[in-house]
């Protein structure tokens, strides 16, 4: 396969995986918690890595897709753990922290900045996979793709 199928590949399973988000999101009521977010962020990088390395050759573009893909794939795995209690997640989406030096006002502020979405909670699995897991899993596939997308403009 050529390197530029390879990136066509994959970039193109970024821009699927931002478009199953964005319909669990809005076609399925499913609201994102912060680190759903944070995970699409690296997707929308692939996706621009994608354009740029159809157009300029070398195997540099296809390597920072591949970082690009891992880390929304490392996100992935943060975002299990933390709904698996496996270690907390950040304050401001996984309630946790210390309330209780709080005064009435600091924690009626608190309340009201915080998000609506937890990230502790599964809202959605299948085959026993959260969004997060199966985000991390399929991430960590196209990390490859594009890893052999490099590999090709080494062989060229």
């Known amino acids: 396969m050529t390197r530029n199928r390879l990136i066509l590949i994959a970039a193109g399973g970024s821009a699927l995986l931002l478009a199953a988000a ?5 076609l399925g009521g499913l609201a994102p918690c912060a ?14 890595l994608g354009g740029l390395g159809l157009m300029l050759p070398g195997a540099v573009l296809p390597l920072f897709g591949a970082v690009a893909a891992g880390a929304s794939g490392g996100l992935g795995v943060y975002h299990v753990g933390v709904e698996q209690g496996w270690w907390q997640g950040p304050a401001t989406c996984s309630g946790s922290g210390d309330i209780g030096a709080l005064s009435v006002e600091e924690l009626a502020a608190r309340i009201m900045a915080a998000p609506v979405v937890r990230c502790d909670e599964i809202a959605w699995s299948f085959g026993g996979l959260s969004m997060a897991g199966w985000n991390a899993v399929l991430s960590f596939a196209l990390a490859a793709v594009w890893i052999a997308a490099a590999a090709r403009a080494y062989r060229a």
């Open 35 to 48: 680190l759903c977010l944070w995970q699409r962020w690296p997707h929308a990088a692939a996706v621009a």
């Open 22 to 26: 964005f319909a669990f999101q809005h």
